[in-house]
């Protein structure tokens, strides 16, 4: 449920991923005066339910006569299986200027309440060839939006950007173009690793014992990443190790606190799998951006400081209202006559 | 239940793995004159449920009267959580002739039925520094006894040994002596990717709808295997590939092919990051020996050869035979004196 505001919002941001949703209210000024969270996230919902779950969240902010107030929504609730589908925004080759033109790709969406005015942002595809010369095929949704909201806050960065999560996306922006992304399943393979694998006999059984606080589990996690980012071919033997490490190794502290190190252990091996691969084109002390939830953008800093990369990080949300906020006065503006 | 024999077994020889047993009646000249197998896992049992497991496979064979039959058991009923824990023997450096000590390393399963005599085999352990420079923490229980099958049938073999598994063992074996060994847990993470990962959804619903004779997926296989050995450090953001592929690639076939070629490179890019880890030491165009089920054996030898090795291969039961074979005959001979 969000929280009430005191005046009618200027127009109403969403964030719809796979398993929740987030909205913000705001004012002329682009000032958050309300805020909402919803579990109803894209895999629990048909297309026919988005209206119902939305407006759950965000009824009490609409005024109760028209003009309509805009919704501008990113995320998964325009993929196929979304509310309506959004098509993905291609990647061009030479690198252009596509965050710039999310505005200009919007999906209306025809609702029931005539107090909504809907609109998707399209997602990104990547194909062979597209963006940079080493792309592979990609897709994001959501994500370009928080990539717009770095450009919007920072329009001459230039580097990596790195969004972790279950499927982490890394970018590489030049001059206000994006020039190639990639997504690594790190996350979603640390979880089945973690939970559905031999290794969960070797683990902590609960996750809150894990703490990279901790002396010895930030080892355990460091020497993760170095294991996988010197020899990354060796990943699938290294995991198993982590079995072997509990039938063997006298150093390891006994009870909770071993399952704890080995955790740290397999975390490091995985997340230094990913940096292995999405750095390597990256300068040696370059500098990486990351956008995310602070735990685990915390998790990424350590790993990527000990291996000598300059970091910075920024909260999803800010990113987030930043592009869609540079989206919504792009739309709104009168195009250029082509 | 096992088959019937004509007269009194001379020993038997079991493998009795996590999810499975199978067992053999020899005869003095180490002929097979009988086979049972079970369903009777290490997994399924608790340590007093193993005696009646053993009987229900094997009872018909055993003689009313005494003197007791020898049974010769390898694999994971040794473990900790199994019949009784087999100590492992470890790797020593210089690397000796661990292969050849096994049998004197055996432990005596008591037993209520007086017609049993039965010994559990130790399995491996490796320690870093042990065995070679590179070796890290690691467990075999029964690949042990195929590798000693192997040096019965073949003395003075030198190369490299696959055991392809949920658990893929890799031996490296010089003039008798085991140099050391590394388990690649690729089955295992195949499946796991298969099943419960996003990419299930991309994937041909039945297995059955695979099948690397068809040239599409032969094709899409040895692509996986090329790229992971290429960029091994990108394997994560190749599986997520995958989704994007069946998002995007037009030049896929639709329904279920679309799928089983996408599954072939899932196979292929996980295989992959196993052989670009374990032929990493491997002389270019090395020989590498499968010991395995024929199936499986015959994916690793696709790609092994595509690679360039050259590739021999050698049936899981007549490794164990010769393995336990030649472990009975020395238990048996007089040890010479120290």
Chains 1, 2 share one sequence.
């Not at 956008?291 to 915390?298: H, K, R, V, Y």
Request: aromatic letters at 6%.
């Amino acid at each position: 449920m969000g929280s009430s505001v005191a005046s009618r919002p200027a127009w109403i941001a969403v964030d719809w991923g796979s398993s929740n949703l987030r909205a913000w209210a705001l004012d002329g000024a682009d000032r958050v005066i309300g805020e909402a969270n919803s579990a109803r996230g894209m895999l629990d919902l048909t297309p026919d339910a988005f209206e119902g779950a939305l407006l759950e969240a965000i009824g009490d902010w609409l005024p109760a006569a028209e003009p309509a107030t805009e919704v501008l929504i990113c995320g998964m609730a325009g993929a196929r299986q979304g509310w309506v589908e959004a098509a993905y925004l291609p990647l061009e080759t030479p690198p252009s200027e596509v965050l710039s033109r999310l505005a200009t790709r919007l999906t209306p969406v025809p609702t029931r309440d005539a107090r909504l005015d809907v609109q998707i942002l399209p997602g990104l595809c990547q194909r062979p060839g597209s963006g940079s010369a080493t792309a592979g095929f990609d897709v994001m949704r959501g994500e370009e939006t928080q990539l717009a909201g770095l450009l919007a806050r920072q329009p001459g960065f230039e580097g990596a950007v790195c969004l972790p999560g279950t499927h982490a996306k890394w970018a590489r922006l030049e001059a206000g173009r994006l020039l190639d992304f990639g997504t690594y399943m790190s996350g979603e393979l640390y979880k089945l690793l973690r939970q559905d694998s031999v290794l969960r006999h070797s683990l902590a059984a609960a996750e809150s014992a894990e703490d990279l606080a901790d002396e010895a589990q930030q080892a355990a996690f460091l020497a993760g990443i170095d294991t996988a980012v010197a020899a990354p071919a060796r990943l699938s033997a290294e995991l198993f190790g982590i079995r072997a490490r509990d039938l063997l190794d006298a150093s390891l502290p006994a009870g909770e606190a071993r399952g704890a190190v080995l955790g740290a252990r397999l975390s490091g091996l995985v997340l230094g799998l990913e940096l292995a691969g999405a750095t390597s084109r990256l300068p040696a002390g370059g500098r990486v951006v990351l956008i995310g939830a602070e735990a685990l953008c915390q998790r990424y800093r350590l790993a990527l400081e000990h291996l000598g990369f300059a970091v910075g990080t920024q909260a999803n949300a800010d990113m987030i209202l930043a592009g869609l906020g540079r989206i919504h006065h792009a739309s709104r503006s009168p195009s250029p006559t082509p």
